[in-house]
């Protein structure tokens, strides 16, 4: 039997929820198992569109609604003027810094493998924040031998 688009469509939606602490939800009953946790987190992606989903591969994959930020920064350390952030997907990159936003609550946002939404809050913030400086009016991330604007998150 051969499905149709709008059968998989539909079969795609499953009722999966990410929420701001990193817990994900589905169909409200929490996940629990931590390894399970690990690999959803992995798995985050972002279609061209711009639906967040959990992807296996190009042709399976799941929607997953996300209300606040794909991953949350873990912690961060300077080496040298190269700030590196390790994640709660358990992986670790040099902070994006062009991507770097504030929003009103003072919580950092970046870019994060490209395409996710990261959330920097305490301690990673603290370490970050470290190298921020004012020009007067914007603040700038001091970070790779350059001067970088903190942007705002748009609401």
């Known amino acids: ?33 931590a390894r399970l946790r690990q690999a959803l987190l992995r798995w985050l992606d972002v279609r061209d569109d711009g639906k967040d989903i959990v992807r296996l591969d190009d042709k399976r994959y799941a929607y997953v609604t996300v209300e606040d930020a794909h991953l949350r920064a873990l912690s961060a350390r300077w080496e040298g003027s190269h700030c590196m952030i390790r994640w709660d997907d358990d992986h670790g990159e040099e902070l994006d810094y062009a991507s770097l936003r504030q929003a009103p609550d003072n919580a950092l946002y970046c870019t994060v493998r490209g395409r996710l939404r990261g959330r920097i809050a305490s301690p990673a913030y603290a370490t970050i924040t470290e190298h921020v400086v004012t020009d007067g009016e914007n603040f700038m991330l001091e970070a790779a031998g350059k001067g970088w604007r903190v942007g705002t998150v748009s609401t």
């Open 1 to 33: 039997m051969q499905l149709t688009e709008e059968q998989i469509e539909k079969m795609r939606s499953i009722g999966l929820t990410l929420d701001r602490s990193g817990t994900f939800w589905q169909e409200g009953a929490p996940v629990t198992h």
